[in-house]
């Protein structure tokens, strides 16, 4: 029986319990049982307020552990009515002397409101009331002290395990995710393990030899082909959902462009126009104040990129096309013939559904067709993109689309 205790405190090592710190914990599925400890020293904050811990950046991780291991034999085990100390700084006490500590504390009886937010957002879901009661609970004829008990309220129900003696409380829950949560003061080897035999986590007899592993009757040699196999198929679907989580998490950058604005809007629209124009994003450079300068071979596009809450008004559209004003200028100043269009790309009403968005009025696309400019949204050159991804379309027809087309690109 393998016992992993995650603590601040100090317990002794065992050959059965391993003791480690929450920023050294192992893998759960390397034990039989883990038990986190939110004991004593736990409770300290350098900060100026109440509401977390100065271990916050080891345990944010470690609901995620709990939901992904295998094994499911894990216990918290709550505090006592200790001092949550917070506020640490340097100062002068009274004797005159500089010291560098906690300044202020309340007990924990005082915080409940903390000790639940830190268990719900980084152990296990915690949807109950704590009550401040000293007072012992019986185990079979040893007494465990605890601080506190665990009020369950009508919606969320768990199994009680244990109760305070006389004023029969709950110390000892499981949820329905299987977490036990206890108030019980257990950090002694002795004490760990009668509750564990009790909650029915270690049994009462003989451990079981582990070179009973290598003695096969029956159909133990099947069982175990079978078991090898179906690890092998589950390992290989994890890493196709891998996979698959990573091409999603591609789509959605993409998809990004719906509702983006600024910089982000622009790095991803630049991307796309990028792939298909088969041009290089990282060599454009802002000399003329577009958003995006793309070249071709027998035209120049001067893009303009926009996020806005609103729908496009007169002035969005007139901004674009004065970015293309001042590329034709320089053009002509420099004696250059070249053929240079218009492109607005515009994430408008960006925070509701594009389902939802209200057409574009047809006096701002009717300024852009007066001044050959292209309105292009982006819900549409995502649609553009998918086509070319998917073959269904060309580079050349593309950029045709966006020579010819002036006013509002509908497809």
């Known amino acids: 029986m393998k016992i992993q205790i995650i603590t601040q ?26 038990i986190f400890d939110l004991s ?22 470690i609901r995620n552990l709990i939901n992904t291991a295998t094994n499911k034999n894990n216990i918290i085990i709550l505090p ?9 700084k340097r100062y002068q006490n009274a004797l005159g002397s500089t010291v560098t500590d906690y300044v202020n504390s309340d007990y924990l009886k005082n915080c409940f409101d903390v000790i639940k937010n830190i268990i719900s957002a980084n152990f296990v879901s915690f949807p109950y009331e704590l009550g401040y009661e000293k007072n012992v609970t019986i185990i079979n004829g040893t007494e465990f002290k605890s601080d506190f008990y665990i009020l369950l309220n009508g919606s969320e129900s768990g199994d009680i395990l244990t109760k305070s003696k006389n004023s029969n409380k709950a110390t000892s829950i499981k949820t329905r995710d299987g977490m036990v949560i206890t108030t019980l003061s257990l950090l002694q080897e002795q004490l760990i393990k009668e509750y ?11 451990n079981k030899p582990p070179w009973t592993d290598d003695i096969e009757i029956i159909n133990d040699r099947l069982l175990k082909a079978k078991k090898s196999k ?36 622009n790095a991803v629209v630049n991307q796309i126009l990028s792939e298909i124009f088969d041009v290089s994003a990282k060599e454009f450079v802002d000399v003329y104040e577009e958003d995006f300068l793309l070249k071709l071979e027998d035209i120049t596009f001067v893009i303009e990129i926009k996020g806005v809450v609103h729908n496009i008004n007169g002035k969005n559209v007139s901004d ?16 250059i013939e070249e053929k240079v269009k218009g492109i607005f790309i515009v994430a408008n009403q960006r925070e509701i559904s594009p389902k939802e968005r209200v057409p574009i009025n047809e006096r701002q696309i009717n300024i852009a067709k007066r001044n050959d400019l292209l309105i292009v949204k982006t819900e549409d050159l995502l649609k553009l993109y998918e086509k070319y991804i998917i073959k269904e379309i060309t580079k050349e027809e593309i950029k045709k689309i966006f020579a010819d087309s002036v006013g509002l690109l509908n497809l």
Not at 18 to 25: C, G
Not at 26 to 34: C, G, K, Q, T
Not at 196 to 206: A, P, Y
């Open 196 to 206: 564990l035999i009790f909650i029915g986590f270690i049994s009462n007899g003989v």
């Open 80 to 88: 006592q009515n200790t001092k949550y100390k917070y506020n640490y």
């Open 9 to 34: 405190g100090s317990i002794e090592q065992s050959k059965d319990i391993k003791i480690n710190s929450f920023e050294n914990l192992e893998a759960l599925d390397n034990y039989d049982i883990n």
């Open 320 to 335: 674009a096309f004065n970015h293309v004003q001042i590329y034709l200028d320089d053009v002509e100043n420099k004696g």
């Open 230 to 265: 179906m690890e092998n198929e589950v390992a290989e679907i994890l890493e196709e959902i891998k996979k698959i989580d990573i091409d999603l998490s591609e789509n959605n950058k993409y998809k990004s462009i719906l509702y983006e604005t600024g910089a982000s809007l």
């Open 40 to 61: 004593d020293s736990f409770w300290r904050s350098k900060s100026t307020a109440i509401g977390s811990v100065n271990l916050i950046n080891d345990i944010k991780h």
